[in-house]
């Protein structure tokens, strides 16, 4: 069963589902979403290994099989890569519900829009989820627009904060080559996310 399946059919409504229940499918989606990134992450690598060795060879039909091997890793990827947006989504959904569960549990004063949800939402929700063309930034502001969570959560967990653009400008800084020492980029990205948490939290 899939998860929106599960978030529809299921009797008891998603709203009303305890810190408890939302946490266990957060955590099952968390697990399948790891497996997906290592399968993604082990097929990059044998392309990258196939690559190679394609251009030493110079047998002209062990290279044309070596063309179509790469191609079909190619199409396993792009599988698994849309695979991937679709469990990001479903996890954030319910994250962020499990978040909201926790707000209303531990203040009723905070305004949570739990209650709010409606089944129509949740259809919604599901047809963004399947549309690979719906990427997660783009499902991140309209499950905001769905859920109104307004600032019922830090805007830090909420997307992906400054401190977190900073670590991938690093990361884009070693691959263009500006920093090619590893140590070196992983001491810069942690200084200037530590400064950047810092100045927030004054």
Do not use: C
């Not at 030493?56 to 890793?73: I, T, Y």
């Not at 400054?162 to 001491?187: N, P, Y």
């Amino acid at each position: 069963m899939s998860l929106m399946d599960w978030l529809v059919k299921r009797k008891k409504p998603l709203s009303k589902m305890t810190r408890a229940e939302l946490r266990r499918q957060e955590l099952l989606l968390e697990k399948d979403r790891t497996q997906l990134v290592n399968k993604t992450m082990k097929l990059a690598r044998q392309k990258q290994e196939l690559f190679e060795k394609g251009a030493k060879e110079k047998v002209p039909e062990v290279r044309r099989m070596m063309a179509q091997e790469f191609e079909l890793k190619t199409s396993e990827q792009l599988m698994l890569s849309r695979q991937l947006n679709i469990r990001s989504k479903e996890m954030m959904t319910v994250s962020r519900l499990r978040m909201m569960r926790e707000n209303a549990d531990r203040a009723a004063s905070a305004g949570s829009q739990l209650g709010l949800i409606s089944e129509k939402d949740i259809l919604r929700l599901g047809k963004m989820i399947e549309n690979d063309s719906v990427k997660s930034e783009l499902y991140q502001e309209r499950l905001d627009e769905v859920l109104q969570m307004g600032r019922e959560v830090d805007e830090g967990s909420a997307a992906l904060s400054d401190a977190g653009q900073t670590v991938l400008d690093v990361w884009d800084q070693m691959d263009r080559g500006a920093i090619e020492d590893s140590t070196e980029a992983f001491d810069e990205a942690d200084r200037r996310v530590r400064e950047q948490q810092n100045a927030a939290s004054e």
